[in-house]
């Protein structure tokens, strides 16, 4: 069955229409929102946690098929010391008592816990839980370590590592009439949309099939999995395509099953197109944790019978927080620690069936400066991740950048006025990339300080400003600019244009297709689509050169020492 074109470009929509123009000049980085007392008294713990050096350390924790190995030591003190789990909806700083300890008996020790317990009818799994060491104080217990996550994980089977063939890609997949695209563009990644309320349920709806994760039953719809994820999953897979799931949830308002949006939202939600899901209880989080856990399982096969998921973006435009992933107006350390115990809970389950899995942190094209009032800046987020992975031990985490141009509706990103090649520049785009490759080959922003971390521009393309032949020449013009600098940083590793067909979605009259509209224009290929084709290939050289005259510029040199 061919599915219809405009429905499901809508359900795969992404997030550019508010970053069109609306991108302040003026906003300081450090911005005067007024935060409630608890929030300000959370911050305050965080940064004083995160900057302390503790005397005692875990060093190394080991997640096998049935048991959590915790290794460590302790100061020569002769306190007693204790090693504390923390459980995912608990905040290692606000804790009053651990629930759970061991006491520890040398300065050098190896604790062997099961992996599993069941509690209240519910099968808990450690590998989703941090672990710290603690001294038992009179009236509240104190932490000597810093909290350690799992750095080793136990995967029962052996996927094959995609590696991306080329930096050609495409956001928002999904299967229609053009998808032989795939095969003329010779398209190496991709992203999908997984908006998980279309498909996850705590009262059983229309169609649903029952599924069971840790003693609790929640309910799938796998006949809409079929119809969307399944039949464009299968073909990537069959093409050996490494595909990103960006993994949305919809606020309470929003969703088919009212429990399930209620559950999930974060308490703390105001508004916005999407809300940061809800951490804060056990039920919450075993809910979470079943959605990835079933999504891993389907998409992380051998056989690859539904499709391969390779990378897991959480969530969307997080700089833009307010907005896209909501969980209220909250001071940056806060906010990024309740992101961080999303990125963790994913990584955690996905390598359990992929050894290979990644999780991405997603960001619009701001850098050292907040695109909008109350949004905070890309550079301070991901500085904090980078923090939180040194403190509470590393994984791989990187980065799914939205490189725009600073004007969304102007193709001649060449001219963006506020991206400069400063590690301080207020907007990262096209014409500065090599801002962003510094930081991924930088030792200090590597995963151990040795491996560089995945770099995915996974939502970004060029506008035509009109069909007039000037504005497609200048598209594609804006295109040959961006591939040049893409294809010459070996720190960024692809692109996946957005958007595969124009689309009213898009907001402000921006038509960034490859394709025009296909309610209008029957998806007409745009002279962009021919040079994307041509791209990487021995014709791009004469491809591309009738377009220096639109830039302006003698040569492709265009990649600026920094």
């Given amino acids: 069955m061919e599915l219809n074109v405009k429905r499901l470009s809508t359900l795969f929509f992404c997030s550019i229409f508010l970053i069109t123009t609306a991108c302040n000049d003026d906003i300081p980085k450090e911005q005067s929102a007024i935060y409630p007392e608890k929030d300000i008294q959370f911050e305050n713990q965080l940064k004083t946690y995160l900057s302390t050096s503790y005397p005692c350390q875990i060093s190394n924790i080991e997640i096998t098929d049935k048991f959590v190995i915790i290794k460590g030591y302790t100061s020569s003190d002769s306190t007693p010391v204790y090693l504390g789990e923390v459980c995912p909806y608990e905040d290692v700083v606000a804790l009053d008592r651990f629930k759970f300890s061991v006491p520890i008996n040398e300065s050098n020790f190896t604790v062997k816990l099961d992996r599993f317990y069941e509690k209240d009818g519910i099968k808990h799994d450690r590998i989703l839980s941090k672990w710290a060491l603690f001294a038992k104080g009179e009236t509240k217990d104190e932490i000597v370590s810093a909290a350690h996550y799992p750095d080793k994980i136990y995967a029962a089977q052996t996927l094959e590592l995609l590696k991306l063939r080329n930096k050609k890609g495409i956001g928002g997949l999904f299967y229609n009439q053009f998808v032989s695209d795939i095969d003329k563009l010779d398209i190496s990644s991709a ?125 969307n435009e997080v700089d833009a927080s307010v907005q896209w992933t909501n969980m209220g107006n909250k001071p940056v350390v806060v906010f990024t620690d309740a992101y961080m115990k999303s990125l963790r809970l994913c990584y955690n389950i996905t390598r359990q069936y992929d050894m290979h899995s990644e999780v991405l942190a997603s960001f619009t094209h701001s850098w050292a400066s907040p695109c909008q009032p109350n949004w905070n800046s890309a550079q301070d987020i991901i500085e904090l991740l980078t923090q939180y992975s040194q403190v509470e031990g590393d994984f791989l985490w990187g980065l799914a950048y939205h490189s725009y141009p600073y004007d969304l509706l102007n193709p001649r990103s060449w001219e963006d006025p506020l991206a400069t090649l400063s590690m301080n520049t207020q907007f990262l785009t096209f014409k500065n990339l090599e801002v962003l490759n510094r930081w991924a080959l930088t030792k200090e922003n590597m995963y151990l300080g040795t491996k560089k971390r995945s770099i995915w521009l996974s939502e970004a393309g060029i506008n035509s400003r009109s069909y007039s032949d000037e504005d497609l020449q200048e598209q594609a013009a804006g295109f040959a600019y961006a591939w040049k600098k893409l294809n010459g940083l070996e720190g960024i590793d692809g692109l996946q244009w957005h958007n595969w067909l124009d689309n009213e979605g898009d907001g402000e009259g921006a038509m960034l297709g490859l394709r025009k509209y296909p309610d209008k224009n029957n998806g007409e290929t745009k002279p962009v689509w021919e040079l994307y084709r041509q791209a990487g290939t021995e014709k791009e050289d004469e491809a591309f050169a009738p377009l220096l005259n639109v830039i302006g510029i003698p040569n492709w040199n265009i990649i600026e020492p920094f």
């Fill in 191 to 315: 992203t999908v949309n997984v908006v998980v309320s279309h498909f996850f349920h705590l009262q059983q709806m229309g169609g649903d099939t029952p599924y069971e994760y840790s003693g609790k039953t929640y309910y799938v719809n796998e006949s809409y999995l079929r119809e969307t994820l399944d039949k464009i999953l299968t073909l990537t897979a069959e093409k050996k395509i490494s595909v990103a799931a960006i993994i949305l949830f919809e606020r309470a308002e929003n969703c088919s099953d009212p429990s399930f949006g209620k559950l999930m939202q974060h308490p703390d939600n105001n508004g916005g197109i999407y809300t940061m899901p809800n951490m804060t209880t056990p039920e919450a989080v075993n809910t979470y944790a079943a959605i990835i856990n079933y999504l891993a399982s389907r998409y992380c096969r051998t056989d690859n019978k539904y499709g391969r998921i390779t990378h897991w973006i959480l969530h």
